[in-house]
């Protein structure tokens, strides 16, 4: 049998192209650090893409049977009231909405599909250490596992193990930063039954901070802004801002900011937008925030890490089990590049005009014109399917 292809780290987009490979007939080994995916991720929105993708895989009511919740709007909430960004209930979808499922329970659902698959299978508390090569070509993995180390040749491997990927530094393809003003200090609150049925994609803007709140089956997940590098002077003031942010701009959250006694309860996600120059060696492809770091704003970083599989498998398929020309790594780049491009460039934006905001002492709340903007009638059915299909999405051809 061919050498497999050999996806190092088990994120949605390595994932997602092995099932796609693996079903086409493609032998492929996944090799995943952890010895399960059960932690806690930062991306669990599957947008209707993922879904429409899914169905067509035969799949969708398999993994809709999961327990998900699904949000059919993006709203931001300001003193001078609430504005509705994007409305999902007005595509023309069978899944007009967006379904949040804790990521571990999606990576379960995927790698048990993968395993199943004749010729693939799915290995976790493997850590890959190293890469094999030939002359300047990548053909295999050196990994460590609890018995001790071992080599994984491969036809090609596949860099899926996100945005501080030990694959890009082994490969030495950098990123470059993009611009990021602000970091997200995340922590969970339960939900409670009187809380507001239509809670699930929101952002409460203050002066200086907002607060985005994601419903999900394991409470309300939270997430806090700060400058860029301001979290140390966050922990030195403590959790005594933030439970009055809540109590001042979430109110009907504001029965549990209490719960919140310590910053042991708080994770910092270091905001990044950065993207690798090259995602490819000859004989390893990155994908993913391997290849491109997507900051948590709008929540595409699962979306686009799928979509990159897409195109990945729409070049790799036809290839079968015979070796992949360097063209072919550097087609895929090509067509997936100009949309992560133009997504990344909106995030900059985005991040900018905070950073702006805050140095001129003016309030981060979005300009006063949006909400004329989006009471035009069709703006927030377009904005719901850019945000649901981002820009060029690709389509299955195999």
């Known amino acids: 049998m061919a050498d497999p292809v050999v996806v190092a780290g088990g994120g949605p987009g390595g994932m997602m192209l092995a099932y796609l490979l693996g079903r086409a007939g493609i032998p492929v080994t996944v090799l995943e650090a952890a010895r399960d995916f059960d932690r806690d991720f930062r991306g669990d929105s599957l947008h209707p893409y993922t879904l429409e993708l899914f169905a067509e895989l035969g799949l969708a009511g398999e993994l809709l049977a999961l327990p998900h919740v699904t949000a059919r709007h993006f709203r931001f909430h300001t003193r001078a009231g609430t504005i509705t960004v994007a409305d999902y209930g007005k595509l023309d979808s069978p899944y007009p909405y967006i379904a949040l499922m804790p990521q571990a329970r999606f990576l379960d659902f ?33 990994i ?3 018995d001790g180390d071992e080599d994984v040749p491969a036809r090609l491997v596949i860099g899926s193990d996100g945005r501080f990927s030990r694959l890009r530094r082994l490969a030495d393809l950098p990123v470059r930063a993009l611009g990021a003003a602000s970091d997200l200090l995340w922590f969970r609150l339960p939900r409670h039954e009187q809380d507001p049925a239509d809670a699930d994609l929101d952002l409460y803007f203050g002066r200086d901070n907002y607060a985005g709140l994601l419903t999900g089956t394991q409470g309300w997940q939270v997430g806090y802004t700060v400058p860029k590098g301001g979290f140390p002077a966050a922990r030195e003031a403590g959790v005594d801002p933030i439970r009055r942010f809540i109590a001042g701009h979430i109110p009907w959250l504001a029965d549990r900011a209490g719960l919140l006694t310590s910053f042991d309860q708080i994770t910092l996600l270091s905001v990044a937008i950065a993207r690798a120059d090259r995602w490819w060696r000859p004989g390893l492809l990155l994908l993913g925030d391997a290849a491109h770091v997507i900051s948590p704003v709008g929540g595409n970083g699962i979306l686009m890490a799928v979509q990159d599989a897409v195109t990945a498998a729409n070049h790799l398929i036809p290839l079968g089990a015979g070796p992949v020309p360097d063209a072919v790594l550097s087609a895929i780049q090509a067509d997936r590049e100009p949309a992560i491009g133009k997504v990344q460039h909106q995030q900059a934006r985005l991040e900018r005009r905070v950073a702006r905001s805050r140095a001129a002492g003016r309030s981060i709340s979005p300009p006063a014109i949006l909400r004329l903007i989006t009471a035009v009638p069709g703006v927030r059915r377009r904005t719901a399917h850019a945000n649901a299909y981002g820009p060029n999405p690709p389509r299955l051809t195999r």
Do not use: E, F, N, Y
């Open 144 to 146: 460590r596992t609890g």
């Open 110 to 142: 995927l790698a048990a599909k993968v395993a199943a698959l004749p010729g693939c299978s799915v290995r976790t508390g493997c850590k890959v250490t190293g890469l094999i090569q030939d002359h300047d070509r990548v053909t295999g993995a050196r």
